[in-house]
């Protein structure tokens, strides 16, 4: 039927004890026995701590905590190229906040995802239902098992309804049959049988069963309620059998030990099967609504067995039109009542029977794996179709989403009447690392930022500050600036860095061009003039790259200062020198390693390039910069900055972490620079998918913004996002979002950024 050749299954397997593992072994099962000719194999999430003798079903098997195994996960998919990948998702199987760790294997599939939903809440908490409409914009298919939960996609996450699918749980295929055989084989020939299947736990409301056998046992003597299933694991984990043994105690005091049977073990399917079919009645008496899916009940409704269920999500939907029997959430009195009047109406029990049995050959393992069948070359179909539509797109950001709103609120608890704070704590301000002329120059270039159409200004008392800072740093004495400054307002050093002084002078010669206020542009002229010739004598290329791009805005402002000139064409010699000393095919670079801000140096090339009329640097910086855009991309195609572990790592590829705000602000910037240097549309989808890193389009797949507050994660580890949210962070993301909110507006109107006529020839 199915034209696939290699399915995968993610999710919980047997023999882990839970629902979801009995589901994706029952899944896997019913496809390879429905088409022989499709290779099949699990990847088992496995529970911290724990550790269990897979089938060889089981390829591999992810450690929920370990985020590595993640990645891994996807690596193996991907290099074996399986067609489609079926995710079982339930909260709580996937680690991380809300079990966002799964993401970071989702992200990386380069084949389509059919998804599905063993629960769907009405009310998620944010963070829930963050992680859940990541999952869904991953998959090309969502199957839920209940009307309810197409409903609940629709409305709370408002997920369009062609990507929805409603499969019923899947059933064992057995023949109608009468109890007797199978009561005479588990030892309860002559007793009526009420039976609860499933891990025990206090949101099944077994005790209100139990409440209710005394009513019953009025009626019926030899009646005896069978509870079987072992106690959850994460329940003994957390609190040992006390559940368990408060429900023996129970049936001690109410004295009816004589009619209530536990059966404490893990049941398998075989098992199972020989213990429903000797029930009377089965009975689910949950207590929470939101519960979307019921292999127990599917399972004992498919065996054609009288049902009397509290009115959860699925029970209303199996049970109703006389299908079974529902009572209130934990009403002793109606569940007894109902019981006990299908215990004494024979004709009305076996006409239930027959109804339920008639009405389920529907949703037999067998049908269950033609429908998914079906779903999943549905999914391959669409994306081979996407695939194809990407590859036609003449305009890569067509259709791209709308970026964040600026929000500016955590950069203003981070500052004081001094300045911006280097470090946080989290998101509190931490006063023992003090200052840096670093970040508050890059704060007046914020500040210069949203001076342009469509932004609200930054308070001009903040942006007076930043200045402030920047003109008490400069030391007369040393014609350079200082950089650290205590949080007594003590500076710490004569002389700062020549990357943060040509970083300071980047911030002044766009404070010159662009800032609000006529005075503060004549104070950044005359102090950016003042600070830059000691320029000339440094020995950083990224100093160089800083005093470039300060240039590059001075000399528009002021454009009869010739020193300036003569220095912006020496120190653009000086990076086309440099690289081509030390690049070759394989390394296209200006230095031996790599290092941070790496971008910023063909960007001041190609800037540098276009406002003097020089192709030669134009096409140094293209050049340099296609390269390092390539090194920064993942084989999925998502932006992965140069990695702080392998800073100044000679002529090696680069390392993965700790990733920085810093490099993917550099990307942005320097690709736009691109674009507008040679019009290839391209560099403006580098640019957006150097933005999309701070939003999740990483290798963690975890946000590192809110976008509430503005605030942004110092970084990327390896097994999570680096929670502190200092000075450097908030600026390099609210300048990347400054450049793409830019980008996203003009996008209409081409010319506004065409390609300068002096380098059209």
Known sequence: MSQLSSLAFI??????????????????????????????????MTDHGYAYEYPSVVRLQVNDDRIGDYVHAADFLNADQFEVVSLQHEFGIFGGEAGDHIMALLSRLTMPIVTTLHTVLSEPTPLQRGVLDRIVDASSKVVVMAEKGRELLRTVHRVPAEKIEIIPHGIPDMAFVEPDQAKLKLGFSGRTVILTFGLLSPNKGVEVMIDAMPSILKSHKNAVYVVLGATHPNLVRHHGEAYRESLVARVRALGIEDHVVFFDQFVDRASLLGFIPMCDVYVTPYLNEAQMTSGTLAYSFGLGKAVVSTPYWHARELLADGRGILVPFGDVTAIGNEIAGLLTNNARRQAM??????????????????????????????????????????EPSRGSPVPPEMRIGHLLSMCDDTGLYQHAAHSVPDRSHGYCVDDNARSLLLACALNNPGYQLMPETLTARLAAFVQHAWNPDTRRFRNFMSFDRSWLEDIGSEDSHGRTLWALGECARSDASQSRRRWAASLFAEALLTAESFRSPRAWAFTLLGLDAYCTSVTEDSPAQRLRHLLAERLISIMSVVATKEWVWFEEGLAYDNARLPQALIVTGISTGAPAYVEAGLRSLRWLMTLQTTPAGFFRPIGTEGFGDK???PRAFDQQPLEATAAISACLAAWRADGDVEWRSEAARAFAWFLGSNDLALPLVDLETGSCCDGLHPDRPNENRGGESVISYLLGLAEIRQLARISGNRTELARPQALRA
Not at 358 to 377: G, H, K, N
């Open 11 to 44: 999710g919980n397997s047997l023999p882990r004890r839970c629902g979801i593992a009995a589901f994706t072994t029952d899944l896997q099962q019913a496809i390879s026995a429905s088409c022989a000719d499709v290779k099949t194999c699990i990847v088992a």
């Open 651 to 653: 002529r090696k590829l």
């Open 353 to 394: 029977r027959r109804r339920s049995y008639s009405s389920s050959r529907s949703m037999t393992w067998e049908r269950t794996a033609e429908r998914y069948l079906t779903a999943f070359e549905s999914a391959r179909r669409g994306h081979r179709l996407s695939a194809i539509a990407r590859l036609d797109q003449s």
